[in-house]
């Protein structure tokens, strides 16, 4: 089968989804299926198509998403001189894996989140501790390990406090154009997200902005099996403040200011 190449990659969560060879297309040209999971079809066509565009003219090559229906998985076909198709389907296959295995944290956030968790090992270790003084009748003891406890407690709040802050700028700092009227949680805990949202519509407040402010808290598709955990505490936090907004779709939400 000449000019024509196969291979297979991991595009669906928690299952091996495959890329496989077609015969030649109708025009002659090599010609490749890629299965993609319906949940990261977004990220290959990208806002109002650009993404798909890129590929397209970057690589030379013809991509078609097909089934964009309640298919799932959703067939992408690749064609093109193999080069082209070769292309391609590196550049698919990078974007679908940043889209099943983002880094949200980016390298300072992740650092801080280390410390963090070290703090809180650290914190229990040393109450394993102080329960075992107070209960062989050492007091002087024990409320010296209470105060290693929450010396440790406090050193794990400043580092996760920090984390947020890096995560907050990885996913936000440069990336959009929207400058202060769009926020995104991804990586984020939920109280960590609510103390950034008051803080940027207070900021709004103050400088008497109005608009539209979007908020990107995810669809929960990297949540694990209980699904979505930002976007409902953020909606529940908005109605708490009766604050107008919209559900713009699956994971994102329009705050009316």
Known sequence: MGGVFSCCSCFAPAARADAYVTTLDAAGRACI??????????RLIGPGGTVLAELKSTTGASIEIGGRGGADPVTVRISGTPAQVRAAQAMVSKLVGEAEHPDYEGA???????EADRCARAAEKCAEEKDKLFGAGDKAGGREKLGEVK???RKM??????????????????KNHHG????????????????????????????????????????GHHSGGGGAVLKPAILRWLR??????????????????
Do not use: S, Y
């Open 151 to 153: 010396d440790w407690q």
């Open 108 to 114: 300072a956030g992740k650092k801080w989140r280390t």
């Open 33 to 42: 299926d890629v299965m993609c999971a319906k949940a990261w079809v977004g």
């Open 240 to 257: 708490e403040k009766n604050l107008a907004f919209e559900v713009k779709n699956a994971g994102a939400i329009v705050v009316q200011l």
């Open 157 to 174: 709040h400043v580092a996760n406090a920090q984390a947020a802050d890096e995560i907050f700028l990885n996913r936000n700092a440069g």
């Open 180 to 219: 202060d009227m769009r926020m995104d949680f991804h990586g984020l805990r939920k109280a960590e997200a609510i103390a950034v949202l008051e803080k940027r519509l207070e900021k709004l407040r103050v400088g008497k902005r109005r608009g539209e402010l979007e908020l990107i808290p995810g669809a």
